[in-house]
């Protein structure tokens, strides 16, 4: 990778600064969005494109070394292109070759370069982007250690001075029961004030579980071997848990900065192993043995994945708890549940709930648990609260669990799926190119997020 670098480095020198974009350069103009893609070794590339935009040109450079992630991309997106429901059209051109990274910072045949794939290149990726006047749209973590939030902290304040713009893919926020979690809390009536807690009993709790063998698109998801190696890809503790701090954020400091160095105390951080037998790892990379690279982590021939971890923190005073898990499949009879989530924000006057167990059927359903002794009155708040965004929101309903508990009842037609949510980002990355920058706080939280996975990681180890 550091060869990779240097050239494109190289490459840099050659082609000088006259050709960076300047802030104001878009304008929401049809097909003036050019997209690149470097080195795809997720899936969530693809995602990106499940869906076409008027201002994206149909016409995709694709830049990567040969391999299956690239195969694998470029299936997907085939996948997309032939469906039989809003069937998309897009135009994939590809070069292969090791030198890939300088063959796209030369060419410059996009301004637009997406991201997804191995993290422990990431951080350099946006760096030479960055460098080149090439905007980032980045799947998460862009960083995954201390040295690499270094260097993207002196990226992302590079990227607004020359007007270049820089974006991480957060899916999470667009879920809507993240998105009406949120929207409670800000409800004083309803929710009161947001509590303190302490780091026993924290006053938010994001707990995630995930798993490595999924289907993805209705088709089982090939995970390259990259993937199980924490140097490449990065623990748990500062890959899945960049989304739950972000979500953190955006509900303790909704649209405001973040100073890390001020807003943000740690008390604690943990992280542990999956355990992955050969069997097992077969099944979801589609190779029989561990390659040499992982020969590290193998402990009686069973391969050991730190993808599991826990931080707890103080935001703005505010006691926060942050876990990540990783199973390799979901139990038997709930193959079909994906990644769960549970998540709590308490308040004086009732805590907002997220809960995806057994009971739920392993979807996620919102609830709010009053701590007022009036559950008639609080009910009619309630019902007040969820009528006052009934445009953004409609047809909510409540459903009465118990004297001091509710569901609140979200309709289908509101529900975005994991790949629809990529859509959503998109556009909202679109919005703010077409508005030539990203808004302060949202880069402030893009380091306060990256600063806290990276902090929680040095902690655990």
Not at 321 to 343: I, K, L, P
Not at 352 to 370: C, F, H, W
């Amino acid at each position: 990778m550091k060869r990779v670098i240097f050239m494109a480095l190289a490459v840099l020198t050659m082609i000088g600064c006259d050709n960076t974009p300047k802030q104001g350069n878009f304008s929401g103009a049809k097909n003036e969005v050019k997209l690149l893609t470097l080195d795809p070794g997720h899936f969530h590339a693809a995602l990106v494109q499940m869906y076409m935009y008027d201002q994206v040109d149909p016409r995709v450079h694709v830049y990567a070394p040969e391999g299956d992630d690239v195969k694998m991309h470029l299936d997907k997106i085939e996948l997309y292109n032939t469906r039989s429901e809003r069937p998309t059209s897009w135009d994939e051109q590809l070069y292969v070759g090791d030198d890939f990274l300088e063959k796209m910072l030369l060419e410059r045949k996009g301004n637009v370069v997406v991201l997804a794939g191995n993290n422990g290149k990431k951080t350099g990726y946006v760096k030479a982007a960055v460098d080149a006047g090439i905007n980032v749209l980045s799947d998460k973590p862009m960083a995954i250690d201390g040295k690499s939030f270094e260097q993207l902290e002196q990226t992302l304040d590079a990227a607004a001075e020359s007007g270049i713009m820089v974006y991480d893919i957060m899916t999470e926020r667009s879920e809507i029961n993240n998105e009406l979690q949120r929207v409670l809390v800000a409800m004083p009536e309803l929710f009161g004030e947001m509590e303190k807690g302490t780091p026993e009993n924290p006053a938010i709790t994001k707990e995630s579980v995930h798993h490595f063998f999924k289907y993805v698109s209705g088709e089982p998801l090939r995970r390259p071997e990259w993937y199980f190696d924490v140097r490449q890809q990065g623990e748990g503790i500062v890959d899945v848990t960049t989304h739950l701090v972000d979500l953190v954020q955006c509900t303790v400091m909704p649209e405001q900065e973040i100073d890390y160095n001020q807003d943000i105390n740690f008390t604690s951080a943990r992280r542990w192993a999956t355990k992955i037998p050969r069997d097992k790892y077969r099944l979801v990379t589609g190779h029989e043995t561990y390659p040499s690279f992982l020969d590290k982590y193998v402990v009686d021939d069973t391969l050991h994945v730190y993808s599991n971890g826990e931080m707890n923190y103080q935001l703005a005073g505010v006691n926060c708890r942050v876990s990540v898990v990783w199973n390799f499949m979901a139990e038997v009879g709930t193959e079909g549940t994906g990644d769960t989530h549970y998540s709590v924000v308490k308040g004086t006057k009732a805590n907002i709930e997220i809960r995806q167990g057994a009971e739920q059927g392993y979807k996620p359903m919102l609830y709010v648990v009053s701590k007022t002794d009036d559950a008639e009155a609080f009910e009619a708040t309630l019902r007040s609260s969820l009528k006052s965004i009934h445009k953004q929101y409609p047809d909510l309903d409540i459903r009465r669990i118990n004297n001091n508990e509710w569901q609140v009842v979200i309709p289908a037609s509101i529900v975005k799926t994991h790949e629809m949510r990529f859509s959503s980002v998109m556009k909202v990355y679109l919005g703010y190119l077409a508005a030539g920058e990203i808004p302060a706080w949202e880069r402030s939280h893009m380091k306060a997020k990256y600063y806290t996975t990276t902090k929680a990681y040095e902690l655990a180890k």
